[in-house]
């Protein structure tokens, strides 16, 4: 048998560097966050082949004397742990292996002065050996370079994937870094050319808008909250704004940027009934609550957390979301005034001047009729007296109308400056309804709109307490699942009850279901229980089973709303736009497609050339 020896000090490193340092992207993380907790108030990051030949990160922190920078290339070495409470981390990290296996696998260089130092050290590693330990020259703070990633290694450098993929890792990791921390500023340079460039001390919502979508300025909501010593703060796109994948979710935890499957369920169950199933919000959300609440240690590289309370921490985030979403009333996501110009002819092209020819032409062709009368041939000049004759009997009428006519349409004008809707002046294919506002044109989907509004009025009607009524099976029914599942719902007997689904622990592998939701009427038992036994084990809670519940109030306010092609009456009309005036989130139907478009004043002078 062979015998168990300790292996040398640079392949432990080596071995270390499997865990940290996957990929440029994990070893441009680890080096930023350094230089947050050193106290910088500007961080600048260069990358060259997106990160597999150069990775340069530029601080202004407190800077390490020459001491320091050696002992910061020992493994397990730290300044960000001050005693052994290893729970309570107040800091991005304190990996103390970070630098030793970054240095273990590329060639590092470390340059760092303190602001009260007159010179800095400089010394630098070449895959596990120290070559360069010499005084340099530059401004207090710390530079790091790494260069050559992997080089030496080439079974692992064969796996990277191309410097276009290694540079959006990069970015990504400097943006959820530069959301974190707004009052720092960020600059990120990629082979010369600069890609993020953000000021300090700059506002979360700005410096959230900037970094992830502008359009997060106007189609967003702010957050705040505060439930016990928890607080959620950030910025939520409205459900009308939102995308195909849910890589616009930013997600945060003590400063520290997380993917963790609890907070994106939470998320998924605030815009449960707002969204479609397969389009996804976009959010920037920050979680503060003490440290003793949160586990960071679950992952090698902290990206994601365990919570004491995993309970309470869903349900202030999903109150905090579906709060701040209904506090935006009837708002929708509008799209952009160019893109509904552009569906418009902005610049009619002239049609070319008739001559003489062309005009004798047209006016003495004959129609397509074999046998043409004789006044298909009357001059030109004849038909243009008409048309004058024509015009001037309209000007004529539009000059001697009543004057109550025009007092009439004058309190028409007053009347549409009360409501933000305005007053319906009309029906459109029986589908849109066309109202008249102090600010624009609106147009509503009236389908789209009274579904949202049959939906609010059954739950605020009590719906909900009617989904916790049971309906009894008349012979319960068996549903065979694997140990752990049966297990996991066993836990969720109680909570389950709430939503009116009964159930009793039946063998080792079987649950026995004794009545399901009233509301879900005749529905498959078994894929119902496998469902919530599937969420139960990705999200921890019966978050779909809240969901089948919403999705089955969002069918019957479907068939119970105003259908498309139906005609409607003026009065009908407006009462449907004030009904969603008073309605929140009416901005958007049940699928999250706007439910109105506005084009301002300004838009409709710019199609008449009038601006």
């Not at 300790?6 to 499997?18: D, F, Q, S, T």
């Not at 928890?230 to 945060?252: C, K, S």
């Not at 349900?315 to 979403?325: P, Y």
């Not at 002046?425 to 849109?432: F, I, K, L």
Request: proline content about 5%; glycine content about 8%.
């Amino acid at each position: 048998m062979p015998t168990i020896r300790r292996l040398p000090e640079h392949l432990v490193n080596r071995i270390a560097a499997g865990e940290v340092v996957e990929r440029p992207a994990s070893a441009l993380k680890e080096l930023v966050e350094n230089a947050i907790d050193a106290g910088s108030t500007q961080i600048t990051v260069r990358l060259s082949a997106g990160g597999l030949d150069l990775i340069e990160v530029t601080d202004d922190g407190c800077g390490m004397v020459p001491d320091q920078i050696a002992l910061a290339l020992e493994r397990h070495a730290t300044s960000k742990l001050p005693d052994e409470h290893i729970e309570l981390v107040a800091t991005l990290g304190f990996r103390g292996e970070a630098l030793p296996s970054i240095g273990s696998v590329a060639r590092l260089t470390i340059e760092s002065r303190p602001h009260e130092a007159e010179e800095g050290w400089k010394r630098v590693v070449d895959h596990g050996i120290v070559t360069v330990d010499s005084p340099a020259a530059l401004p207090p703070g710390t530079r790091i370079r790494v260069e050559d990633l992997f080089g030496k290694v080439p079974a692992r450098r064969k796996f990277l994937r191309s410097a276009r993929s290694e540079y959006a890792a990069c970015q990504d990791v400097v943006r959820r870094l530069a959301m974190a921390r707004p009052d720092i500023g960020f600059v990120l340079e990629h082979d010369g050319r600069r890609a993020i460039a953000v000021q300090p001390r700059e506002e979360l919502a700005s410096r959230v808008a900037r970094l992830v979508a502008r359009e997060l300025a106007d189609d967003g909501v702010l957050i705040d909250a505060e439930r016990g010593s928890a607080r959620l703060t950030g910025v939520a796109g409205l459900p009308t704004y939102n995308r195909g994948v849910a890589d616009h979710q930013y997600l945060f935890v003590n400063g520290r940027p997380v993917k963790d499957r609890l907070l994106v369920g939470a998320v998924r169950g605030a815009y449960s009934d707002m969204l479609a199933r397969d389009r996804h919000a976009v959010l920037a959300l920050f979680l503060d609550i003490p440290p003793e609440e949160v586990d960071v240690n679950v992952h090698p590289a902290k990206t994601e957390v365990r919570f004491r309370d995993p309970a309470f921490i869903r349900g202030f985030l999903v109150g905090a979301l579906r709060h701040a979403l209904e506090s935006s009333g009837q708002r929708s996501a509008q799209p952009a005034s160019a893109a509904a110009m552009g569906m418009w002819q902005v610049e009619p092209v002239a049609a070319p001047a008739p001559s003489l020819g062309s005009l004798f032409a047209r006016e003495y062709a004959p129609s397509s009729s074999s046998s043409p009368s004789r006044s298909e041939f009357r001059p030109a000049a004849d038909r243009v007296s008409e048309t004058g004759a024509a015009w001037r009997s309209y000007e004529e009428q539009v000059i001697a109308q009543p004057s109550g006519r025009a007092e009439a349409a004058s309190e028409a004008a007053d009347e549409a400056l009360k409501y933000p809707l305005g007053v319906a002046r009309g029906q459109v294919a029986e589908t849109y309804i066309v109202a008249e506002a102090a600010d624009g044109l609106v147009i509503v989907d009236q389908h789209a709109a009274h579904e949202r509004l049959v939906l609010e009025r059954l739950k605020a009607a009590g719906a909900e307490d009617a989904m916790s009524r049971s309906q009894a099976l008349l012979l319960p029914e068996v549903v065979e699942l694997e140990e752990a599942a049966c297990d996991a719902l066993e836990e969720k007997i109680a909570d389950l009850a709430q939503f009116g689904l009964a159930l009793e622990r039946f063998g080792p592998g079987a649950m026995l279901v004794r009545a399901v939701p009233s509301v879900l009427g005749k529905s498959d038992v078994h894929a119902l229980v496998r469902d919530v036994a599937d969420d139960l084990a990705k999200n921890g809670d019966a978050l779909l089973l809240g969901e089948k519940l919403e999705l089955v109030l969002a069918t019957m306010a479907c068939h119970g709303s105003v259908r498309a092609g139906r005609s409607l009456s003026v009065a009908e009309m407006n009462a449907l736009l004030r009904e969603m005036e008073r309605t929140p989130r009416s901005g958007q139907c049940n699928h999250g497609r706007p439910t109105w478009v506005k084009l301002a004043h300004q838009d409709i002078e710019k199609l008449f050339g009038r601006k």
